[in-house]
Structure formats: structure tokens, C-alpha cells
């Protein structure tokens, strides 16, 4: 065999072995995968938001994307959810801004008793406001969606009535939420939403103060029989992203994510409006549960208890320099909307 054969088949072995590793190696690159972190149980509705946003992204971008969740806190906690995803622990993460009030000060003013009347209109209010101002909190990283729950109501273990009946009772809340059992003369226990399981169970509260949904998602409605209807604030999320993982996307699919933003977080609020309505319909048929509404008369009492909690927090926002009247303001002339 000639010299210049010997290399020719030489070539042709390395080029075919060449090709042999590599082409798997870019099948196998596949496509940008991304995880997403939540902090309460699969069937809540922050999790119901999360995989159809997963759902959506992964069809929009044909593939392109896939989306590992991981409810439950198995990837992030309620608490840490916003230094997890800065930090890089979670591509992208959900959070309750009630736990972490003192963090969030301008887009927490929308869980002030101003009169959110639904979860859709809230989460609408909430994006608007969190647009508008492009609050510091969020500066490092990239929001996807914002949402709030449906109005808080009363569930409890006794019979809530009167302002009486509220008089230190023990009842989770965090955030806004709190300060407003606090008005009242009731007993907040600050705790994350999955947390409230073991302590009604072990009776270290005697109820909670949240959106209603709850009391089927959670089961609540086996040991809390009394619902008061007092239909006060709402409780904000977001949905956030590591500011890098955002960077790292193509173009084509950052249009997809941005386009599905405020989508999302109407979409949210309309589930959850829906689903509070099955969830109570679950409670009292199913479960026994007794929905009290007060008279206007006694409604008339708790609200006018209510009136300096929007006047305390405007102190606070304008001692750290927010703009807190036009906040204020901008809230409730998009509550009219
Ligand atoms: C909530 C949080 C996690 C799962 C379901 C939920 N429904 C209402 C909330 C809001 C709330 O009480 C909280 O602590 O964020």
C-alpha cells in the first residue's frame, strides 16, 4: 500500500470517528431546560399556575424549552424563595410576598384594605402597580407573572361572629393579612400557608385568614367548620426568574415568556376566583361547613377598625422614600378600572 493511501484511509477514519462523537453529543444538547421552584403542595393554586405556565412555554416554543418543576419546597422554601433564584438555586421560583412584608413595600400595598373585590382584578392591579413603579425588590431578577389570591375570609375551628368572638383568637395569616387580624383584636400567627396544616392539627391556632380555595386544597374544611365572610385583602405572588437564566435565552423564546406575562396572571386570578366557588360549594355540601356572614351593621364595625392601617403603612413607605400617597392612589383608581 502506497504512503498517500495509507493517510487517505487515516483521514477518512478520523473524520468518520469525528462525526461519531459528535453529532449525539449535539442530538443529546436537546433542548434549554429550566427549573421552576414552589413552595406549597402540587393541587394549590400556585402550583395549578405553575404547570400550566410550564405547559404553555414548552408548546409556544415547540419544544424548545422544557420546564422541571418542583412543588412542594422539594427545590426552594416559602422563605427563601427570592434569594434561591437570585442566588441560582432555581432557574425560576414562586413567591408569597406576605412573608417577607418589610422586603416588598411598594407591591404589598395592593394587601391594604382597599377594596380588591376578586383575584383577577387584584392580579391586574398588582401587575399594573409593579410595572408603574418597577420596584427595587425586583431589580434582580426577571418577573414572569404576578397574581393575587381572592379576598381573605375568616376559617375557624369556633364560630366567629363578632368582633367579640375575634378578641385573641389564635389564627394564621402573614403580611397585610396580619396587620388586619391584628385591627381586629385578633391574634395573628405568622407562618407560611403549608405550615398552617400541622399547627390546626396540633392546635397551636385555632383557624386561619386566607382565600377560600384553601379549605379544599388543604382539607381545611375537615377541622375548620366556620367560615366568616369578611372579604378583606388579598395576598400577593410573583413568579421571578435568575436574572442569568433570562440572559442565556434566545430571543424567540424570551418573546414567548414576555407575551405570556400578564396572560398568566390573569389567568390566575380567573382560577382562583373559580375555584373558591367550587371549593365552598365542596365545604358546605360535603363537609358540613357554616358560611356566617355579618350584618352591615357589624361589618360596618370591623371596616371602621381597618381605616389607619393604609395611613401606617404610607408612614413606613415615605420613611424608606416610596411615593406612597400616588401608590395608594394608583391602586384604587385601577380597582375602578
Ligand atoms: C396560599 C399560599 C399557598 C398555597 C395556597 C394559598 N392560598 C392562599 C395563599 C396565600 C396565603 O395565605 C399565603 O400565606 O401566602
Request: hydrophobic share 45%; aromatic share 8%; charged share 20%.
Amino acid at each position: 500500500m502506497k504512503q498517500g493511501t495509507g493517510f487517505l484511509i487515516l483521514g477518512i477514519f478520523v473524520v468518520t470517528a469525528l462525526f461519531a462523537a459528535f453529532v449525539p453529543v449535539c442530538a443529546t444538547a436537546g433542548p434549554i431546560k429550566l427549573s421552576y421552584a414552589n413552595f406549597p403542595p402540587a393541587p394549590t393554586f400556585p402550583c395549578v399556575q405553575m404547570e400550566r405556565w410550564k405547559k404553555e412555554v414548552e408548546k409556544r416554543t415547540n419544544g424548545k424549552v422544557v420546564v422541571n418543576t418542583y412543588p412542594g419546597g422539594t427545590l426552594l422554601g416559602a422563605k427563601n424563595m427570592m434569594d434561591g433564584v437570585i442566588a441560582g438555586q432555581a432557574d425560576i421560583g414562586n413567591l408569597s410576598m406576605a412573608y417577607q412584608p418589610g422586603r416588598f413595600v411598594v407591591t404589598n400595598a395592593t394587601s391594604l384594605p382597599l377594596g380588591i373585590p376578586n383575584a383577577r382584578k387584584g392580579s391586574l392591579v398588582l401587575w399594573d402597580v409593579w410595572e408603574k413603579y418597577q420596584p427595587e425588590a425586583f431589580a434582580k431578577v426577571k418577573v414572569l407573572a404576578m397574581f393575587t389570591t381572592a379576598p381573605t375570609n375568616i376559617m375557624s375551628k369556633v364560630p366567629v361572629r363578632t368582633l367579640e368572638d375575634l378578641k385573641g383568637l389564635d389564627l394564621r395569616a402573614s403580611g397585610g393579612a396580619a396587620q388586619v387580624l391584628a385591627a381586629w383584636g385578633a391574634n395573628p400567627v405568622g407562618m407560611p400557608m403549608p405550615a398552617t396544616v400541622e399547627a390546626l392539627q396540633k392546635g397551636v391556632v385555632k383557624g386561619l385568614f386566607s382565600s377560600l380555595e384553601v379549605m379544599k386544597d388543604f382539607k381545611f374544611a375537615e377541622t375548620c367548620k366556620y367560615v366568616t365572610i369578611t372579604d378583606t385583602v388579598i395576598y400577593p405572588f410573583a413568579v421571578v426568574m435568575n436574572m442569568d437564566s433570562w440572559k442565556k435565552l434566545p430571543q424567540d423564546v424570551q418573546k414567548v415568556m414576555d407575551d405570556l406575562r400578564v396572560e398568566q396572571s390573569e389567568w390566575t386570578g380567573t382560577y382562583m376566583d373559580n375555584h373558591v366557588k367550587a371549593a365552598m360549594e365542596w365545604a358546605k355540601t360535603e363537609q358540613n361547613v357554616e358560611v356566617i356572614t355579618l350584618s352591615a351593621e357589624e361589618k360596618a364595625k370591623w371596616d371602621a377598625k381597618l381605616v389607619p392601617l393604609t395611613e401606617k403603612w404610607a408612614v413606613n413607605a415615605k420613611s424608606k422614600g416610596f411615593p406612597a400617597d400616588a401608590i395608594v392612589n394608583d391602586i384604587k383608581v385601577l380597582i375602578k378600572k
